[in-house]
């Protein structure tokens, strides 16, 4: 109910006007019954049935008129709206971003980006059109940020167009809208809406990704993390772990949250997700990796925290 976009202004005059149609047919269909119910009533001094009336053929043709009448204009304005958000096959001069839903996490990729990829926090420039590429790795998904438009499905082996643009800077909050399994109430995401030159920045930083652990436990916690299976899922830009089953590591100290956008990025979370994922976040794909020393978990968090 507060777009903070073109597309989710569009499906909310959609939905305005849909909304006040339905409220004159109430009012009229009100108006009708309490006159019936009035003039029509049982009088005291009234013995026998009254007047028995069947069919009025003016009334059956103006109440099969009508409604149908209101549904073609809704149906006007539905596929209106409906062609002018798709983003099929390609919006012109828009970004593209790939998006593949995942149990229970979003990878976001950038193909005229260097094919940069981050995940659950979808980085986009204000006043530019974004188009999605959606689809799923498993099972459907749905794609919902209520402020920037509505849903769309993301399905195996298809991909969906649609387009968004935010007016102004901010983080507009999302969420997996199909259920999808377990996890998908903790299934998030959010849109960081940035100026331009913010956005460019992060693209920088996006591509020249930095892992520099410094100290010897972020130094041992880089060993561990292709030791004790990270790196078989995890890419991490900047090194040599290029996993694809899980989301992109790259920059994870520039990410608000964790999980699926479900826990706060903090060095006590990761510890508490890397320690056993699926205890956080009931049925989380990450393996339970409580079988290890804290000192070693501790050694993998130094690291991620080491990633900018
Ligand atoms: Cu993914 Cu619900």
Redesign the pocket.
């Known amino acids: 109910m507060d777009p903070a976009g073109p597309v989710a202004r569009g499906q909310l005059g959609l939905i305005e006007s849909s909304f006040w149609i339905m409220v004159e047919i109430f009012i009229v269909v009100s108006a009708v019954l309490v006159v019936a119910l009035i003039r029509f009533r049982a009088r005291s001094d009234q013995k026998d049935l009254p007047p028995q009336v069947h069919g009025d053929n003016r009334l059956e043709f103006l109440w099969t008129i009508v409604p149908a009448l209101l549904l073609a204009l809704l149906a006007v304005g539905t596929v209106k709206e409906s062609f002018a958000d798709t983003g099929s096959p390609v919006v012109k001069h828009a970004l593209l971003v790939n998006v593949t839903?995942h149990?229970?996490w979003w990878a976001f990729q950038y193909p005229s980006l260097d094919n940069l990829v981050t995940a659950n926090e979808l980085h986009v420039p204000v006043g530019e059109k974004i188009e999605l590429g959606l689809t799923s790795a498993d099972v459907l998904?749905?794609f919902w940020v209520p402020r920037l438009g509505g849903k769309t499905d993301l399905v195996p082996g298809k991909t969906n167009y649609i387009w968004f643009e935010a007016d102004k800077p901010g983080i507009y909050y999302g969420q997996?809208?199909?259920?999808?399994g377990t996890g998908?109430a903790d299934?998030r995401l959010i849109v960081d809406a940035q100026t331009p030159a913010k956005f460019n920045q992060w693209v920088k930083t996006m591509e020249n990704p930095v892992s520099t652990p410094t100290s010897a436990l972020a130094k041992e916690g880089e060993k561990l993390f292709g030791t004790v299976g990270c790196s078989t899922c995890h890419t991490v830009g900047g090194t040599s772990f290029a996993g694809a089953v899980g989301p992109n590591l790259t920059d994870l100290t520039g990410r608000l949250m964790i999980a699926g956008n479900t826990f706060p990025n903090t060095p006590q979370n990761l510890y508490k997700w890397v320690h056993d994922a699926p205890a956080m976040k009931p049925g989380a794909l990450m393996p339970n990796f409580d079988y290890l020393p804290p000192h070693d978990v501790k050694a993998l968090v130094a690291f991620l925290e080491s990633l900018r």
């Open positions: 839903g149990q229970f998904h749905s997996c809208a199909e259920f999808c998908h299934m």
